[in-house]
């Protein structure tokens, strides 16, 4: 575990949760070639991708919630950010933080949030 994942909780359907990632200067000198993203992931099944940020800043949803979340970033802070709105109860999992570095590529995960909505 190398990214510091948080922010997760309990909120009713129709809600927002703000979900926060940051990587440590220790493990990550250089923040800004970093391809990020959230996954998530419910107990049995495989874990998929949520959403998604490239390094200029362009970004990508899984369909289940386009519309309803919004990943950022901040270079200078080494900070990702997942902001989900409009919760569902089907958005109930562990929420991962997910880092990619460009050459050589190397995969980095934070420790999971759990994120469960209520209906």
């Known amino acids: 575990v190398q990214l510091q994942a948080s922010g997760g909780g309990l909120v009713q359907a129709g809600g927002s949760l703000r979900l926060s990632c940051a990587a440590p200067g220790s493990i990550f000198s250089v923040f800004r070639p970093l391809q990020m993203g959230w996954y998530r992931q419910v107990l049995g099944k495989e874990r998929e991708l949520v959403a998604h940020i490239a390094s200029g800043g362009s970004t990508s949803y899984a369909d289940s919630v386009k519309g309803r979340f919004t990943i950022s970033r901040d270079n200078s802070r080494k900070m990702v950010w997942l902001r989900m709105d409009t919760l569902k109860p089907e958005d109930t999992a562990v929420y991962y933080c997910?880092?990619?570095?460009?050459?050589?590529?190397?995969?980095?995960w934070g420790q999971g949030t759990q994120v469960t909505v209520s209906s």
């Open positions: 997910h880092a990619r570095t460009p050459t050589p590529i190397n995969d980095y």
